[in-house]
C-alpha cells in the first residue's frame, strides 16, 4: 500500500568518483512497481539517469558497468517493499 510519502517519493543518486560525477534524482512515487507495467516504467526512468550519469564514461572504460551499478543503486535505495514488489513483478509468471 502506497503512503503519502512514498507518491513524492524520489531516489537521488550521486556519481562518485566517476568522471561524469554528478547527482540524478529518480521519481517513483506514481508508480505501481507491483505491476509489470510500473516496474518497466521504473526501469525506463532508471535507464535514463544511467545514460546521464555515466556518459562521461568511455565505452572502453566500462560504461556498461557504470549504467549496471546505477540500476543495482537505484534499486537498492528503493524501500523494503517496494524492493519486494519491483521484483517480484519482474519475475516471468509460469503457468
Not at 43 to 51: G, L, M, S
Not at 61 to 81: F, H
Request: charged share 20%; net charge positive.
Amino acid at each position: 500500500m502506497k503512503t503519502l510519502a512514498s507518491l513524492v517519493a524520489v531516489l537521488t543518486l550521486a556519481a562518485a568518483g566517476s568522471a561524469s560525477a554528478g547527482e540524478v534524482r529518480i521519481a517513483w512515487g506514481d508508480l505501481d512497481l507491483s505491476t509489470p507495467a510500473g516496474a518497466e516504467a521504473f526501469d525506463t526512468r532508471v535507464r535514463a539517469a544511467a545514460r546521464k550519469m555515466c556518459r562521461g564514461v568511455p565505452m572502453t572504460a566500462g560504461r556498461a558497468d557504470c549504467r549496471a551499478a546505477v540500476r543495482d543503486e537505484a534499486v537498492a535505495r528503493l524501500p523494503g517493499a517496494a524492493q519486494v514488489d519491483y521484483a517480484l513483478s519482474r519475475v516471468p509468471l509460469v503457468a
